[in-house]
């Protein structure tokens, strides 16, 4: 399966986890699926430009990370917001990542 492909599988496949774990509408799925759509192409351009260096890129991906956590609450009402920072925060201890697609 070429990269992409499965990327986009992914994307899809966690957004459709958040719209189980938070009960998002379809219109909420689809702007969280942009949304990470976004993230993981702003990802891979960090990920080339830096040739793999590890600290570089993490220097450039926490903010895109932040961003992306940002833009998502902004499509959640308070309730889901709520629910989904504890997600958040249990993906520093998994390797579970709600917040932005980067490999």
Known sequence: MPRGTHRTTDIARKAKGLQKQLKLTAEQT??????????????????????GNS????KSIRPLRAGTIKKIEGVLT????????VLIKHTKKSSVDWGVECY
């Open 30 to 51: 689809a702007k969280i699926a942009a949304i990470c759509k976004e993230s993981a192409e702003q990802c891979e351009r960090i990920i080339k430009a830096e040739h």
């Open 55 to 58: 600290a570089k890129m993490g």
């Open 78 to 85: 308070p309730d889901q917001a709520a629910k989904y920072d």
